[in-house]
């Protein structure tokens, strides 16, 4: 029989179990009874946020090197009462005692603290209240003037309290994180602008600050670059694609069938009937009902495209109409077909009259391309914009119209220098009048100048 099995046994297997269990639950109340007396270690602030406000003209960051203001917001224990506040910042940040705004709210209702600031220099603001704080107390103390270092970082700001008896209680970085983003060269010059006599005296003028402050000059032109290159990246793709689709629709036209005459009269017609800006709004909202979704960037290199496309194809057609009938004739006498004629020798001479009308051409689509601004493709006119809405300044449409002329400007030189090469511009002279023409015979006959007795003479020699 087993041992374990009989009553002695199980009796005393059993009291002991019931001990150990005893002694398990007597140790755990002691622990809960300690806990519970052991006394609170109470901060005398809870931190609920510091932050620093956006200081970048048409932007969300906190720049370095740029005034800035930090807000710190804090809430005091219900059975602690305040004297002073020390705020420490990072090495390298700038404050400004002078420039502290220090609010207590019990509340809704404000109370008065006649708090005093002051910086002792070593990247710390002190924040002395004369009669200590009630206790239960928010605070909201506001430091204006704080830059941050041009590299820029993340920033905490730690806090250390001393209460009315004499405790001083450090809470540490709290609040959260301030990231700087460090500063460009373009904001740097745009600060060492605003800090110049001449700059102040300049934007003084109400006229001058509004269209040409010198500061904000320099902080659009990195911004509106980059919507410049978007703009002549539009025109890049968009001018040579309708160049091969002007000249088809030009053939046609011309041609011999009335339905290829009807197609392309009709798409020229429309394009050339309505404004670009619709067929924008056609294009890019009427596109995506269909279930057609394109890409932004591509979808306005089309629209472009196809809009030059019906005027190219007016210029082409005027350009080959301009060529004499002889032209065609003798290349046909020469054996060639009709499309050898007009690959060789109508379309040469055609593009080569059309250069300044298709140049003038090329600049309307460049300027076409501040349209797409409003459908939110981010070119020269939409960044110009965007910087326009956050300083309230018109400067940067000051500073997107420069750019516009960096390309246009130029450009009457560019087609003239083409014409000088291609000779175009000896067509284009006007004939001299008669009576200035040193020509010495006209159709009536020799010409009374004053070479025409030296002519005769010549003749008469030569008859001899």
């Known amino acids: 029989m087993d041992t374990f099995a009989s009553p002695s046994r199980r009796k005393h297997v059993l009291a002991k179990a019931a001990c150990i269990a005893a002694c398990a639950i007597a140790t ?29 003209d ?10 800035t203001r930090v807000t710190w917001r804090a809430h005091s224990a219900e059975d602690e009462s305040l004297s002073r506040i020390t705020l420490a910042f990072a090495d390298g940040v700038e404050l400004s005692a002078d420039k502290v705004k220090v609010t207590g709210l019990s509340g809704l209702d404000r109370v008065e603290l006649n708090a005093q600031a002051s910086a002792p220099g070593d990247g710390t603001i002190v924040i002395d209240m004369p009669e200590a704080a009630p206790a239960g107390v928010s605070f909201l103390v506001e430091i204006y003037n704080v830059v941050f270092p041009a590299d820029g970082g993340e ?99 011309m041609a011999r069938f009335r339905i290829l005459r009807a197609v392309a009269g009709t798409y ?19 596109l995506p009902l269909l279930g057609l979704n394109i890409n932004n960037f591509a979808l306005g290199c089309c629209v472009m495209a196809l809009n030059s496309s019906a005027y190219l194809c007016e210029i082409f057609r005027a350009g080959i109409q301009s060529i004499s009938k002889g032209q065609f004739e003798a290349a046909r006498s020469l054996g060639m077909n009709g499309v050898q004629t007009m690959i060789h020798v109508i379309a040469p001479q055609a593009f080569r009259r059309v250069i300044p009308t298709m140049t003038n051409e090329l600049i309307l689509l460049y300027k076409d391309t501040s349209l797409l601004a409003a459908v939110g493709i981010m070119e020269t006119v939409m960044y110009a914009k965007t910087i326009t809405a956050a300083t309230g300044n018109i400067t940067p449409y000051i500073v997107a119209a420069g750019f516009y002329l960096i390309v246009t400007l130029p450009m009457s030189r560019i087609t003239r220098a083409m014409e000088d090469r291609t000779g175009t511009h000896k067509v284009a002279l006007k004939k001299k009048p008669a009576d200035k023409e040193p020509k010495s015979v006209t159709k009536q006959g020799w010409s009374p100048d004053l070479n025409a007795a030296k002519d005769e003479l010549a003749i008469k020699t030569a008859d001899l």
């Open 58 to 67: 048409g932007g969300n960051r906190i720049l370095g090197a740029t005034p």
């Open 28 to 56: 755990l109340l002691l622990g809960l009874a300690l806990t519970s007396t052991a006394p609170a270690q109470a901060h005398a602030l809870e931190v609920e946020a510091c932050t620093a406000s956006p200081n970048e």
């Open 268 to 286: 020229v017609n429309i394009v050339r009937g309505t404004p670009m800006f619709l067929q924008i709004y056609i294009a890019f909202f009427g």
């Open 155 to 253: 920033f905490q700001v730690a806090a250390t309290t001393e209460a009315a008896d004499g405790t001083v209680n450090e809470l540490g970085p709290l609040g959260g994180t301030i990231t700087v983003s460090g500063v460009s060269v373009a904001e740097g010059i745009a600060a060492w602008l605003n800090g110049q006599g001449w700059v102040q005296a300049w934007n003084s003028n109400k006229f001058l600050h509004l269209f040409f402050d010198p500061a904000i000059i320099v902080t659009s032109i990195p911004s509106v670059f980059n919507g410049w290159l978007a703009a002549l990246g539009i025109v890049v793709i968009a001018f040579p694609a309708a160049i091969p689709v002007g000249f088809v629709l030009a053939l046609m036209r």
